[in-house]
């Protein structure tokens, strides 16, 4: 009797290992439209590491999936010159200030002759001690076409250390504003305004998030830094949707950072390269691996759990 009961509760046993096995495989192993996803990020990575590998210079990438938090990562926290690219930390800390009453974005300011530096493509055409705009039209030219004197107005307004302090409060520790818009002096010194392809698209990601700002500073923060502007994130997509970025150049550099609001799937994209042989290859990979992104992303978009894509002229089409 002992030897049937002993064996008795061990088939009891095999069982309840065989049910919960079959429990374990459909309730927590990956369903199949995860794993079609999947394959698609996976060539997606491939793509985009190939892009990296083929450029003479360093790069680094990081595309982040704001609905799913997957990321893809090349060289994510590697510190690269940001160049122009520092400029959304001055505009976030920017209307950080003017959410806690410090200025206003309305705020008025005489153009000054002492402020105008290199590459002001609006301000240097400006009468100086005339010509009055506000604070937001500043940024407004600091993003839309990088005006470097408009840039160092706010800068000089919101303070250097008040855009640092900002960072750290956020834990971006790399990322850093060292000197203003074409200080030589400083660059030639080792201070340059430096960050991480990660921290960059972190800033972005609590910004949309609201981590940073409320929402009515937040929406008008993208309104501006959506501003159409010259920069490869955008280049190769479609002209109607939202992209806020800022990218930035310097000998040996380019940048582009931003926050894609495709429908249904919003992503962001933080590319950084230094050493380059070629600039023009530097923007063409950066044009490469916004492409790459932008396809994959605008599938998954429009896609049903199963993965038929639809498209909207194909909308009432049925096979």
């Known amino acids: ?34 794993e079609k996803q999947q394959v698609l ?11 990296t590998q083929n450029l003479d210079g360093g790069m680094g990438v990081v595309v982040k999936d704001l609905t799913s938090n997957q990321t893809i990562a090349v060289l994510p926290d590697e510190v690269f010159p940001t160049a122009s690219s520092i400029k959304i930390a001055v505009l976030a ?17 005489v153009v000054q002759a002492s402020d105008i530096v290199p590459d002001s493509s609006i301000m240097e055409g400006l009468t100086p001690g005339v010509t009055k705009i506000t604070l937001r039209d500043l940024a407004t030219m600091m993003v839309a076409v990088s005006d470097n004197s408009a840039t160092n107005v706010l800068i000089d307004r919101v ?44 800033l972005l990601e609590l910004i949309y998030r609201g981590k940073v700002l409320n929402k009515e500073s937040t929406d008008d923060f993208f ?22 970025n800022k990218p930035g150049e310097l000998e040996g550099v380019r940048n582009d950072i931003g926050l894609v609001f495709l429908n249904k799937r919003p992503y962001i994209l933080s590319v950084m390269s230094s050493y380059l042989q070629s600039e023009r290859d530097g923007e063409e990979s950066i044009a490469r691996i916004s492409g790459i992104a932008y396809r994959t992303f605008d599938r998954l978009a429009r896609a049903s759990e199963f993965g038929r894509v639809i498209s909207p002229a194909n909308s009432g089409t049925s096979h």
């Not at 990020?41 to 892009?51: A, D, L, S």
């Not at 800390?93 to 300011?109: F, I, N, P």
């Not at 830094?225 to 992209?243: F, G, M, N, V, Y």
Request: aromatic residues 6%.
């Open 223 to 244: 309104v501006v830094l959506s501003t159409h502007k010259s920069s490869w994130i955008p280049r190769d997509l479609p002209e109607d949707l939202k992209i806020a």
């Open 93 to 109: 800390e920017l209307y950080r200030q003017a959410q806690q009453g410090k200025l206003k974005l309305t705020d008025v300011y």
């Open 1 to 34: 009797m002992g030897h049937l009961a002993r064996s008795g509760r061990a088939r009891r046993s095999v069982y309840s290992v065989l049910i919960f096995s079959f429990l374990c495989a459909h309730v927590f192993g990956q369903n199949p439209t995860q």
């Open 41 to 51: 990020w996976q060539k997606m990575e491939h793509e985009i590491q190939q892009v």
């Open 159 to 202: 303070g250097m250390e008040n855009v640092n302090a900002m960072l750290d409060s956020l834990s971006l520790a790399h990322t850093r504003l060292r000197r203003k818009m074409m200080d030589l002096r400083a660059a030639s010194e080792g201070r340059e305004n430096i960050a991480t392809p990660r921290e960059l698209g972190t």
